[in-house]
Nanobody, 128 residues
Framework: QVQFVESGGGLVQAGGSLRLSCAAS????????MGWFRQAPGKEREFVAA????????NYADSVKGRFTISRDNAKNTVYLQMNSLKPEDTALYYC?????????????????????WGQGTQVTVSS
């Protein structure tokens, strides 16, 4: 059974930083694209970042580009999201996600429907 343990969320002031972690167990995801999404109250889940299986390629939402960095450690089956210069509009429940096809993607997937496995979510709250 695939399980995810997300951690690193919390309350931070605007301009601060947080590092999210998502450790998977039950299956090895070294051949799969991994990503992060977020969902604010009353809004749809949105793409934040994705990383290719060998970490060579990354993709970011325009709203976080230059502030967030996605990384992964295949030996630990873990994906990370370093979040700097946080803004109140970054407040959301953050989910890690893993696609299940194992394709070589010309463009890393950005849709919720592209991902098969999901973490339980970790809350990030940024105060102004």
């Amino acid at each position: 059974q695939v399980q995810f343990v997300e951690s690193g969320g919390g309350l931070v002031q605007a301009g601060g930083s947080l590092r999210l972690s998502c450790a998977a167990s039950g299956r090895t995801f070294s051949s799969n694209v991994m990503g992060w999404f977020r969902q604010a109250p009353g809004k749809e889940r949105e793409f934040v970042a994705a990383i290719s299986r060998n970490s060579v390629r990354t993709n970011y939402a325009d709203s976080v580009k230059g502030r967030f960095t996605i990384s992964r450690d295949n030996a630990k089956n873990t994906v990370y999201l370093q979040m700097n210069s946080l803004k109140p509009e970054d407040t959301a429940l953050y989910y890690c996600a893993v696609e299940n096809r194992g394709y070589y993607y010309t463009s890393l997937p950005r849709l919720v429907s592209d991902y098969y496995y999901w973490g339980q979510g970790t809350q990030v709250t940024v105060s102004s």
